[in-house]
């Protein structure tokens, strides 16, 4: 069998450790901790206080700066991402590196919401911004990434879904005859997604969940671990996996037509971006492989890529 290449495992955090951080950093009072949903690799808490409330993301040191990076220069550059207030990769406070950010107000949006016509704005001032290096900043080497993403071409970073094919099969995520089929539509479209234009900032995870809203006011946009370099359509894709309504709002907010030519580059971005989350899944010991598996099918049929 393949040999699995884990992600470390995490130290669990519990609610008295995390509100006893929070209260050091803000020299303040906690009332209450509760558990967020999110990535495995992760562990999320939203923090009330007399303060206001706060979100602690505890985890790998590497995403941890990436994110705390990204969220201080998107909104450097005027884009609305939560404002980092405390940064910890040195373990002193808590047993796993963290980052505390400022909550924004209101919550994910739903389909066609009318804040994602300024989203769609901020979306454009991000992808204004140049960034060297290709590929998500949380895999850069060593402990504190760059602004910089690992790879020195675009095509190298689209190539990762390929050498990782064989271990999504060894460990029964993907079954023989789906990673066939994805590597001779990944393969077959190369071109497609070929890429030789300036890397600019990508959100690297953007769908709706993501767009905050305050009843009708835009908020911000949320969860920036992800952040990548590289071409901004692979940021559409990702997003493109919403419902339609609201890839209609991003597409006419950015000056797209949903044409022949577009839904196919979308539906190979969207294959390597979701065989990249099914690796990183794998590797951390999460189990959400269904859904993945059914998408990355889907659009296998959309190119007309055949069954075995």
Same mark, same amino acid.
């Given at each position: 069998?393949?040999?699995?290449?884990?992600?470390?495992?995490?130290?669990?955090?519990?609610?008295?450790e995390?509100?006893?951080?929070?209260?050091?950093?803000?020299?303040?009072?906690?009332?209450?901790?509760?558990?967020?949903?999110?990535?495995?690799?992760n562990?999320?808490?939203?923090?009330?206080?007399?303060?206001?409330?706060?979100?602690?993301?505890?985890?790998?040191?590497?995403?941890?700066?990436?994110?705390?990076?990204?969220?201080e220069?998107?909104?450097?550059?005027g884009?609305?991402?939560?404002?980092?207030?405390?940064?910890?990769?040195?373990?002193?406070?808590?047993?796993?590196p963290?980052?505390?950010?400022?909550?924004?107000?209101?919550?994910?949006?739903?389909?066609?919401?009318?804040?994602?016509?300024?989203?769609?704005?901020?979306?454009?001032?991000?992808?204004?911004?140049?960034?060297?290096?290709?590929?998500f900043?949380?895999?850069?080497?060593?402990?504190?990434?760059?602004?910089?993403?690992?790879?020195?071409?675009?095509?190298?970073?689209?190539?990762?879904?390929f050498?990782?094919?064989?271990?999504?099969?060894?460990?029964?995520?993907?079954?023989?005859?789906?990673?066939?089929? #994805? =590597?001779?539509? /990944?393969?077959?479209?190369? %071109?497609?997604? @070929?890429?030789?234009?300036? !890397?600019?900032?990508?959100?690297? *995870?953007?769908?709706?969940?993501?767009?905050?809203?305050?009843?009708?006011?835009?908020?911000?946009?949320?969860?920036?671990?992800?952040?990548?370099?590289?071409?901004?359509?692979?940021?559409?894709?990702?997003?493109?996996?919403?419902?339609?309504?609201?890839?209609?709002?991003?597409?006419?907010?950015?000056?797209?037509?949903l044409?022949?030519?577009?839904?196919?580059?979308?539906?190979?971005?969207?294959?390597?971006?979701?065989?990249?989350? #099914? =690796?990183?899944? /794998?590797?951390?010991?999460? %189990?959400?492989? @269904?859904?993945?598996?059914? !998408?990355?099918?889907?659009?296998? *049929?959309?190119?007309g890529?055949?069954?075995?």
């Amino acid at each position: 069998m393949t040999e699995l290449r884990p992600v470390a495992a995490p130290v669990p955090l519990t609610g008295a450790e995390v509100a006893d951080a929070v209260s050091r950093c803000l020299r303040t009072t906690v009332d209450g901790v509760t558990t967020l949903a999110g990535y495995v690799g992760n562990q999320d808490f939203m923090v009330r206080t007399p303060a206001g409330d706060y979100v602690l993301k505890a985890g790998d040191a590497t995403s941890i700066n990436a994110e705390a990076w990204a969220c201080e220069t998107v909104r450097a550059a005027g884009v609305s991402a939560p404002e980092v207030v405390a940064l910890e990769v040195d373990r002193a406070t808590l047993p796993e590196p963290f980052l505390l950010m400022r909550r924004l107000s209101g919550a994910g949006v739903g389909e066609g919401h009318g804040a994602l016509v300024e989203a769609v704005r901020q979306l454009r001032v991000l992808h204004a911004l140049h960034a060297d290096g290709f590929g998500f900043l949380h895999d850069a080497a060593g402990d504190s990434p760059t602004p910089r993403g690992p790879y020195a071409t675009w095509a190298e970073f689209t190539n990762e879904p390929f050498d990782c094919l064989d271990e999504l099969v060894a460990h029964k995520v993907l079954t023989p005859a789906l990673a066939g089929r #994805l =590597r001779v539509g /990944l393969d077959g479209h190369r %071109d497609t997604v @070929a890429y030789d234009g300036q !890397a600019v900032l990508l959100h690297g *995870d953007l769908h709706p969940r993501h767009v905050f809203a305050d009843g009708d006011e835009f908020t911000g946009i949320i969860d920036w671990g992800d952040v990548a370099a590289g071409d901004p359509v692979f940021d559409l894709s990702r997003f493109s996996r919403a419902d339609p309504a609201s890839l209609t709002f991003l597409l006419d907010g950015y000056g797209l037509d949903l044409d022949s030519d577009l839904a196919v580059r979308l539906a190979v971005y969207r294959m390597i971006w979701t065989t990249i989350v #099914l =690796r990183d899944e /794998l590797r951390a010991g999460g %189990d959400w492989f @269904a859904v993945h598996r059914e !998408a990355i099918d889907a659009d296998l *049929d959309r190119l007309g890529v055949p069954t075995a």
